[in-house]
């Protein structure tokens, strides 16, 4: 697993609230197999902290970037310098 590339990880972030399979393909380089299992980790998360599935094959992204060390605040910041020095990913 690879780590995220910035700006999709921030794109993703704030355009889908819930994110499936693809998303987390995606994000890390993972096969499907590798995925669900992600997903399946952060849906027990989620039933800890008692927050709702509203997609069926899906999970609430905010709990999913935490679980997975995610700071979407870090990530802004360096996508907004990258962006300041002209060397956008």
């Known amino acids: 697993m690879k780590n995220p590339d ?5 794109q993703i972030y704030y ?6 399979t693809n998303e987390i393909k995606e ?9 669900l299992q992600m997903k399946n ?3 027990k998360v ?3 902290k008692g927050v709702k599935v509203w997609l ?7 709990v999913a970037y ?4 995610l700071n979407i605040t870090d990530l802004e910041a360096r996508l907004e310098k990258l962006q300041s ?3 956008e990913t």
């Not at 910035?6 to 921030?10: D, F, G, L, P, Q």
């Not at 355009?15 to 499936?20: A, H, L, M, R, S």
């Not at 069926?56 to 905010?62: A, E, F, I, L, M």
């Open 6 to 10: 910035i700006k999709t990880a921030v």
């Open 15 to 20: 355009t889908k609230p819930e994110i499936g």
């Open 41 to 43: 980790e952060v849906r």
């Open 56 to 62: 069926p094959h899906s999970v609430n992204t905010k």
């Open 85 to 87: 020095l002209g060397m």
């Open 66 to 69: 935490e679980m997975w060390g």
């Open 46 to 48: 989620m039933a800890e």
């Open 27 to 35: 994000l890390f380089s993972v096969k499907g197999t590798k995925a």
